[in-house]
């Protein structure tokens, strides 16, 4: 009897079917990338949002004193930002961590750190300094507006510690690739030290300088997915 050919999905080896990026969607990566960081810069700059360390003397100064329809705009335009980054870091999850397992496990970890930092930051931090910046402004007294802003501030600390988590899984991701290995990979690596260093550091006042380090490095990030070239269609 004549054999019969086997089965296509008989002992074969499992393959991605998701094609790799084209160079256009690198690049409308790195404009999302790019317009997180705009959109932040844009946004603080228009807020009145009160420090930790200015205590009721700064919800004083930045809520009852501050325009609310400015700080609340300025926080609409934070969050549209923070809306952007969302498929920034879908991009890089599923672009990245195509060689390894170890790769792969890293690309999803730096997905799931970096929108639960998203996740912390519109679902604690906004919605908390809105309410203490309503309260300040409708009668509330100083003492209760300053601890509902301490939720603000407290989920900014924490939050810190997945984004420090999200840069070293994404540059162990990038590493096992060889893609980008320098700015995304050893500066991932220091970016993300830096962001877990500065949750403790918040303890005398010097959280800022994670957050600055890391914007200077997505900016790099972003640059970096601007300029990629693929052959594939």
């Known amino acids: 009897m004549p054999q019969t050919a086997p089965s296509p999905t008989t002992n074969q ?3 991605r079917s998701d094609s790799y990026p084209s160079t256009a969607l690198w690049r409308v990566a790195g404009g999302f990338a790019i317009a997180h960081v705009a959109l932040i810069f844009a946004g603080i700059a228009i807020m009145d949002s009160p420090l930790f360390q200015e205590g009721t003397e700064g919800i004083q100064d930045g809520y009852v004193e501050g325009n609310m329809a400015r700080t609340m705009a300025g926080g609409m335009i934070e969050t549209l ?3 952007l980054l969302i498929p920034a870091l879908v991009f890089l999850a599923r672009a990245l961590g195509r060689s390894t397992e170890v790769g792969r496990w890293a690309a999803q970890t730096s997905l799931m750190a970096g929108m639960a930092y998203v996740a912390v ?3 604690v931090g906004f919605p908390a300094g809105a309410a203490a910046l309503y309260g300040a402004q409708n ?3 100083l003492e209760t507006s300053f601890a509902i802003n301490n939720i603000r501030i407290f ?3 924490l939050s810190l510690s997945l984004l420090g988590a999200h840069a070293i899984a994404l540059a162990v991701a990038a590493r096992q690739d060889k ?3 320098r700015w995304v990979g050893w500066g991932g690596l220091l970016t993300g030290a830096v962001l877990l260093a500065s949750v403790p ?3 005398i006042g010097q959280q800022d300088w994670g957050t600055l380090v890391w914007l200077v490095w997505w900016i790099g990030v972003a640059i970096g997915l601007l ?3 693929t052959d594939a269609s």
């Open 13 to 15: 080896p499992h393959q």
């Open 81 to 83: 930002g923070f809306v």
């Open 121 to 123: 930051t519109m679902a």
């Open 139 to 141: 009668g509330l007294d």
């Open 155 to 157: 989920a900014y600390f």
């Open 179 to 181: 893609v980008m290995t």
């Open 201 to 203: 550091a918040a303890g």
């Open 227 to 229: 300029r990629q070239r």
